[in-house]
């Protein structure tokens, strides 16, 4: 099966926002290690935030290709549990902006709209073309490989 357009359309959008997110990452590395460096539990733990990025990284190589190269509806549902951690951040940031309580800058804004991305990416998965995609949505009638009586 050729790839529907709502696969393509998600590969555009999960790639989009896995690439903001990696940049806002860069962008914000040195701050980021200072408040690790602050806290005496990872004082000596320079390791920990290349490792968490790498994982991250990993993480997000896998689940693209267990939705888009072999269509898995496990990997489908751990998209759509991220997107929904993605969402709460969101709404939590946007409380915090509105309360005057979180900072304004760079890294927010790349990070609304890496969440955006994502969520809107995560979106694509429940169009009818990728319910089939991920053999959604086939009843008993439409199995192909069923013997016929």
Do not use: H
Request: glycine share 8%.
């Amino acid at each position: 099966m050729a790839k529907p357009p709502s696969i393509a359309r998600f590969e555009q959008l999960y790639w989009a926002s896995v690439i903001i997110g990696l940049i806002n990452a860069a962008l914000n590395w040195g701050t980021t290690q200072a408040t690790l460096a602050a806290n005496p539990l990872f004082a000596n733990a320079g390791w920990f935030l290349p490792l968490t990025q790498v994982i991250g990284l990993a993480i997000a190589v896998l689940l693209w290709f267990f939705i888009v190269r072999r269509p898995s509806v496990v990997a489908k549902w751990v998209q759509v549990v991220f997107a929904a951690f993605g969402a709460f951040g969101l709404l939590s940031a946007l409380f915090l902006l509105a309360t005057g309580r979180a900072p304004t800058g760079t890294q927010l804004i790349l990070g609304l709209f890496a969440n955006i991305l994502y969520i809107a990416a995560a979106v694509m998965l429940f169009r009818p073309d990728a319910r089939l995609w991920f053999g959604e949505g086939l009843g008993e009638d439409d199995d192909l490989d069923a013997p016929r009586p």
